[in-house]
């Protein structure tokens, strides 16, 4: 069982938006700003898409986007398309004996 | 950007150790973060833990019995092991730098299948 919940899938439209949740607790997602995702295509090493929340790293796309409210973080994809089918997986720093903590991961379908 | 390169036994017999190594190019492994992450078939993924250039480590409780992070700076190499491995404990493992809590660069994984 994973230390942060995702939803097991989550289906968007070409050109809509989709958002993908990620719940923790006070002792990792809303403790800290230390919320990253990844997407991860099949076969292949996940990719580092947003980190301390909502910052992206250079070369990832501004339709991807990540915010957090409480023990909820989230990572909204705009404007989807093909290419975005994967599946997206969050992290949390969770304190010094759990320096990293993954959720469960989120299949996105893009219909 | 560091390259990070996985290698080892891609079979180990149940209650034997696993061994891995991550060879890093592009960059020195010394004032970094570097970890070690694996995914079990079909599942999500599991922080180890990590190794702090060649000093300080940080294992995932549910694992920190069974693992040893080591690095070695004249290789620019830091390595896994794992003992007493189970069926469990197949996945496929990948080494990777980490900053800020977020797992920057991924090495391409490397599957480790424990079998009789």
């Known amino acids: 069982q994973s230390a942060l919940t995702q939803p097991p899938s989550a289906s968007g439209s070409l050109g809509q938006s989709v958002t993908i949740s990620c719940t923790g607790t006070?002792?990792?997602?809303?403790?800290?700003?230390?919320v990253s995702w990844y997407q991860q295509y099949p076969g292949k090493a996940p990719k580092f898409m947003i980190y301390e929340v909502s910052k992206r790293p250079s070369g990832v796309p501004d339709r991807f986007s990540g915010s957090k409210s409480g023990n909820t973080a989230s990572l909204t994809v705009s404007g989807l398309q093909a290419e975005d089918e994967a599946e997206y997986y969050c992290?949390?720093?969770?304190?010094?004996?759990?320096?990293?903590?993954f959720g469960g991961g989120t299949k996105l379908t893009v219909l | 950007q560091v390259q990070l390169q996985e290698s080892g036994p891609g079979l180990v017999k149940p209650s034997e150790t696993l061994s891995l190594t991550c060879s890093v190019s592009g960059g020195s492994i010394s004032g970094f973060y570097w970890s070690w992450i694996r995914q079990p078939p079909g599942k999500g993924l599991d922080w180890i833990g990590y190794?702090?250039?060649?000093?300080?480590?940080n294992y995932n409780p549910s694992l920190k019995s069974r693992v040893t992070i080591s690095a070695d700076t004249s290789k620019n190499q830091f390595s896994l092991k794992l003992t007493s491995v189970t069926v469990a404990d197949t996945a496929v493992y990948y080494c990777?730098?980490?900053?800020?809590?977020?797992?920057?660069?991924w090495g391409q994984g490397t599957l480790v299948t424990v079998s009789s």
């Open positions: 190794i702090y250039d060649s000093g300080s480590t």
């Open positions: 992290s949390s720093h969770a304190g010094s004996n759990n320096p990293v903590v």
């Open positions: 990777a730098r980490v900053g800020d809590f977020s797992v920057k660069d």
């Open positions: 006070s002792s990792d997602v809303g403790g800290y700003n230390y």
